[in-house]
């Protein structure tokens, strides 16, 4: 009996609402177990509008690759195992030394020696990409591999899952915006634009040490961004789309959108039985809280400073800043220079001033993310 309720110890926090980085961190000790040679397990995503594979979550010591992004059209030796939907196994990989990519130098650069990379599959669809690296070289055996081979289909099994529950989510606010004929004033690309800001300055505020923000969150914040005004359904159409400034009771009414928007979360959240999603909190936070600022004088709760999770700080600069730089029923569009400067006057008393610091020091990527996503017909 005792034997039993050991095993299941050792397994049962994969089962919690732990996140898919804290599930692959207690597999990776699980696998070590076994193999203790296995230094890093790192799990690459698949983007399939991109075509660029990008880093997910890993367990390490070090972390070599983050926030990282590749084209799949410059790692041949990816896209062959991807084509072939076989795994491989490098056993040595000073056989890279000569002409390889930045991903696999910062991979050696950090010492590792070895690799066995497996591809991961939803059905038949590609969907990333799972590493396992060592410190030492030859020291993957032929016989270990049939297990490693096992411990890839669970992590493919964990990865799917939580790809699933995201698109179902998504897929369902999806359905919630078209059935209510929302006719959105934030038309365009507005929610493509300030999602890339958004994970814009994540990434850099990540880059520049901030331990909060992992690859997965950088990754669901992205995704969930766009959901930020989902409340918005719940104005009615004659203030949402009204030519000019609202009065005071109208106004009253547009400011519930964010609380509107938590309780939509709440109950689309509980249908779906995905009460636990790993998540949900981020996707509640950015919905409910877009509205506060720091110095705890927003809206709906007059929350302050830290207690503005980080995610929901960023999406309100991001925001505000598309907002700003973008034609309105009551305003016109601003140049990048006047949201700027209106960012900065915001900085500090509303807006948390690394995250606009940030953007404002990204000018280049912001330019870019406008003219890849510009409202202009042409
Ligand atoms: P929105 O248009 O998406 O604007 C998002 C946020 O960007 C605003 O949140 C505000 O923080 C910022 N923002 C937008 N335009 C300006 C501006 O000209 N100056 C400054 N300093 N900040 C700006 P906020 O104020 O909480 O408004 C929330 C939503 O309420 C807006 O979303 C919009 O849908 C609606 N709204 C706000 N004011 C008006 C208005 O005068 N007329 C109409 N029709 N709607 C308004
Ligand atoms: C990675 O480990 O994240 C990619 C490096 C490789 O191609 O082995
Ligand atoms: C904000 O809501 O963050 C800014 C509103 C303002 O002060 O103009
Ligand atoms: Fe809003
Ligand atoms: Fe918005």
Same mark, same amino acid.
């Given at each position: 009996m005792e034997e039993i309720v050991l095993a299941y110890g050792r397994y049962k926090d994969l089962h919690h609402t732990a996140s898919l980085s804290e599930k692959i961190r207690i597999l990776h000790q699980v696998i070590r177990q076994d193999?203790?040679?296995?230094?890093r397990v790192a799990v690459a995503l698949f983007d399939r509008n991109m075509n660029t594979l990008k880093t997910f979550v890993q367990s390490a010591k070090d972390l070599p690759l983050q926030f990282y992004e590749c084209l799949m059209d410059n790692a041949p030796s990816l896209m062959e195992i991807k084509a072939r939907k076989k795994s491989r196994l490098?056993?040595?990989? $000073?056989?890279?030394?000569?002409?390889?990519h930045e991903h696999t130098k910062k991979i050696a650069a950090n010492g590792y020696q070895a690799s066995y990379s497996v591809p991961l599959f939803d059905s038949r669809a590609f969907i990333g990409m799972l590493f396992f690296n060592s410190y030492q070289k030859n020291v993957f055996l032929e016989q270990d591999l049939a297990k490693l081979d096992l411990y890839a289909q669970l992590v493919n099994s964990l990865v799917v899952n939580k790809l699933q529950s995201t698109q179902m989510l998504l897929g369902t606010f999806r359905s919630c915006l078209s059935l209510v004929s929302?006719?959105?004033?934030?038309?365009?690309n507005h929610l493509e634009r300030m999602a890339r800001y958004a994970r814009l300055i994540a990434r850099e505020l990540a880059k520049q040490?901030?331990?909060?923000? $992992?690859d997965e969150i950088i990754e669901t914040l992205f995704m969930f961004a766009p959901l930020h005004d989902i409340g918005k359904i719940g104005i009615p159409d004659s203030i949402l789309l009204k030519p000019g400034k609202l009065d005071e009771d109208e106004w009253q009414i547009m400011q519930t959108h964010s609380a509107k928007g938590r309780e939509i979360i709440d109950a689309v959240a509980q249908h779906l039985g995905l009460k636990s999603f790993d998540h949900i909190s981020l996707l509640q936070n950015i919905s409910g809280s877009h509205h506060e600022t720091i110095d705890g004088k927003g809206y709906p709760n007059r929350l302050k400073q830290d207690e503005i999770p980080i995610e929901t700080q960023i999406v309100s600069v991001a925001d505000i800043f598309d907002a700003l730089t973008s034609h309105r029923s009551y305003k016109p569009a601003w140049s990048n220079e006047k949201a700027f400067e209106e960012l900065k006057r915001l900085s500090g008393t509303k807006l948390n001033s690394d995250c606009v610091r940030t953007l404002i020091e990204n000018e280049p990527a912001v330019k870019e993310i406008q003219k890849q996503f510009s409202d202009d017909p042409e």
């Open positions: 193999f203790s040679y296995i230094d490098v056993n040595d990989m $000073s056989v890279f030394e000569n002409g390889t929302y006719k959105d004033p934030e038309t365009g040490g901030n331990p909060g923000l $992992s």
